[in-house]
C-alpha cells in the first residue's frame, strides 16, 4: 500500500489512451490499492490509472457509498442531464462546468475480472464518466461551458 504521485495537466500521459486489463496479476492488485489510498488521501472521489502514469484501464470512484474499482469499463446506458461543478486531482485547485448524463450504466470487470455491471445518478454518475474519459486521454478541462476557474480557498476538490 502507498500513495503514488498523482500527474497533472499538461504531463502528455493523461493524453493518452489506456489499455484493457487482460489478466489480474499481484502488480495490477498492488497498483488498484495504491489507487484507493492515493484517492483517499488526497480527497477525490475518483482516480483512473494513467492520474499515477499507468496506462491500464483502471479507475477507482467512491463518492462516500463506495469504493467502486472499474477494471475495463464501458458506459452502456445514458440518460438525462446534469450540469454542475467538476474538478480532477490532475488539475488542482481549479474547476469547471460541466454537463453529464443523469444516469449511467457501467459494465466492468471486478478484481476477479468477472464482469459486472453498476447504475448511477447525479454525482456517482458524473464520477463515472469523469474517470472513464481519463482512460481514453480526455480531461474535463475540454468538456467545460466557460472554462476553468479558481476552487475558493478552503474547498475540497472533486
Ligand atoms: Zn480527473
Same mark, same amino acid.
Given at each position: 500500500?502507498?500513495?503514488?504521485?498523482?500527474?497533472?495537466?499538461?504531463?502528455?500521459?493523461?493524453?493518452?489512451?489506456?489499455?484493457?486489463?487482460?489478466?489480474?496479476?499481484?502488480?495490477? *492488485?498492488?497498483?488498484?490499492? !495504491?489507487?484507493?489510498?492515493?484517492?483517499? %488521501?488526497?480527497? /477525490?472521489?475518483? +482516480?483512473? @490509472?494513467?492520474?499515477?502514469?499507468?496506462?491500464?484501464?483502471?479507475?477507482?470512484?467512491?463518492?462516500?457509498?463506495?469504493?467502486?474499482?472499474?477494471?475495463?469499463?464501458?458506459?452502456?446506458?445514458?440518460?438525462?442531464?446534469?450540469?454542475?461543478?467538476?474538478?480532477?486531482?490532475?488539475?488542482?485547485?481549479?474547476?469547471?462546468?460541466?454537463?453529464?448524463?443523469?444516469?449511467? *450504466?457501467?459494465?466492468?470487470? !471486478?478484481?476477479?475480472?468477472?464482469?459486472? %455491471?453498476?447504475? /448511477?445518478?447525479? +454525482?456517482? @454518475?458524473?464520477?463515472?464518466?469523469?474517470?472513464?474519459?481519463?482512460?481514453?486521454?480526455?480531461?474535463?478541462?475540454?468538456?467545460?461551458?466557460?472554462?476553468?476557474?479558481?476552487?475558493?480557498?478552503?474547498?475540497?476538490?472533486?
Amino acid at each position: 500500500m502507498a500513495i503514488r504521485e498523482v500527474r497533472e495537466i499538461g504531463d502528455e500521459i493523461l493524453t493518452k489512451h489506456c489499455k484493457p486489463v487482460k489478466k489480474m496479476t499481484l502488480r495490477t *492488485k498492488i497498483l488498484i490499492h !495504491d489507487m484507493l489510498d492515493t484517492m483517499y %488521501e488526497r480527497m /477525490g472521489v475518483g +482516480l483512473a @490509472a494513467p492520474q499515477v502514469g499507468i496506462l491500464k484501464q483502471i479507475v477507482v470512484v467512491d463518492v462516500g457509498d463506495g469504493p467502486y474499482v472499474l477494471i475495463n469499463p464501458e458506459i452502456v446506458e445514458t440518460s438525462g442531464e446534469q450540469t454542475g461543478e467538476e474538478g480532477c486531482l490532475s488539475v488542482p485547485g481549479k474547476y469547471g462546468i460541466v454537463t453529464r448524463p443523469n444516469y449511467v *450504466k457501467v459494465r466492468a470487470l !471486478d478484481e476477479d475480472l468477472e464482469e459486472f %455491471e453498476v447504475e /448511477g445518478e447525479e +454525482l456517482l @454518475a458524473r464520477a463515472f464518466c469523469h474517470e472513464i474519459d481519463h482512460l481514453s486521454g480526455e480531461l474535463y478541462v475540454n468538456k467545460t461551458e466557460d472554462g476553468i476557474h479558481d476552487v475558493p480557498a478552503g474547498e475540497d476538490e472533486a
